[in-house]
């Protein structure tokens, strides 16, 4: 059997493809958390929640609707959007001019709100959701097996992630979400709805979080805690990338998945702190991130 390094092939492949997956996760929340901060200039700790209730959005339509994947994928993002807008417009838009303290600790008290919640009707055990009966099976690539519903996985966020950076730095909406951000009184005096503009940037971000939740129902377990066992991570990453990047936050993820699975094959011990000390060699050496602008 063909090695390197010692590691047979097929298995370097298998944690490649896992540390892939991870790593379409970590871009599409890191990019959701990208997004709040960079525009809205908060740092949303509820963002592992919004990832949970898009999960368990898709599983309650299942179980009490019969709605399959499919119309999950839509559904479930829109729910958790419309659901956190209004978070946004009643309560979160209140904090904006104050400390960003103040909304962190509002966005954390939400997630615990959130998860308290859902542990309570539903118990910390996993709940199962089927992937789509049209991505049953894989597909043999010669070298390795490559089982179809992972593989759209990679595929769809990636599309999401380009479809998003696309529409924040190439659209005049996304050059005008940026100009609100900088000098929202400017804006507002050409007519533009700062106030709506910035309840749209959060709403894209939740609902970002929960398509990523959808996506990963049919791979892990849907339970109230799969947020809080990724957010830290994500944070890691976004803060690899550079608060607030588009690009950092899409690179950075799929790099440090790809990463952090070739750790698993080379050095297990370490690869639950991989992220961590590259987070520390790159703050020392760059602190605003890699994609970051000095402040």
């Given amino acids: 059997m063909t090695t390197l390094l010692g590691v047979p092939l097929p298995a370097l492949y298998g944690q490649l493809l ?19 901060f960079g525009l809205l200039r908060v740092i949303n700790f509820a963002h592992g929640a919004q990832y949970m209730v898009g999960a368990f959005v898709a599983f309650l339509l299942l179980r009490f609707g019969a ?27 209140r904090l904006y001019r104050l400390d960003h ?18 542990r309570h ?11 789509p009966p049209e991505l049953a099976g894989g597909t043999n690539l010669g070298f390795m097996f490559l089982p179809n519903y992972r593989g759209f996985v ?6 999401v992630c380009i479809a998003v950076w696309a529409l924040i730095e190439k659209t005049s909406l996304g050059a005008t979400l940026r100009a609100a951000t900088e ?28 398509l990523a939740g959808v996506l990963a129902a049919p791979i892990y377990q849907v339970n109230p805690m799969m947020g809080t066992n990724l957010i830290i991570i994500v944070f890691a990453v976004v803060v690899i990338g550079g608060m607030g990047s588009i690009v950092g936050a899409i690179v950075s993820g799929y790099l440090l998945g790809i990463l952090e699975g070739l750790t698993r094959v080379f050095y297990p011990e370490a690869s639950n702190i991989v992220v961590f ?9 760059r602190p605003a991130g890699l994609f970051g602008k000095e402040a």
């Fill in 18 to 36: 896992i540390g892939l997956i991870n790593g379409s996760f970590y871009a599409l929340l890191s990019l959701g958390l990208a997004v709040i």
């Fill in 67 to 93: 709605i399959g994947f499919w119309w999950a994928l839509i559904l479930a993002p829109l729910t958790v959007a419309l659901v956190s807008a209004i978070i946004e417009r009643t309560m979160l838009s």
């Fill in 101 to 118: 303290l103040y909304g962190l600790l509002f966005t954390f008290g939400l997630a615990l709100i959130l998860e308290g919640l859902f």
């Fill in 121 to 131: 009707y539903w118990g910390a055990a996993g709940q199962p959701y089927p992937s």
């Fill in 154 to 159: 990679v595929v769809a966020s990636l599309v």
């Fill in 183 to 210: 000098n929202p009184q400017l804006v507002q005096a050409f007519g533009v709805n700062v106030p709506l503009l910035l309840t749209l940037t959060y709403a894209l971000g939740a609902g970002l979080a929960a």
């Fill in 277 to 285: 000390v590259i987070m520390a060699v790159v703050l020392l050496a």
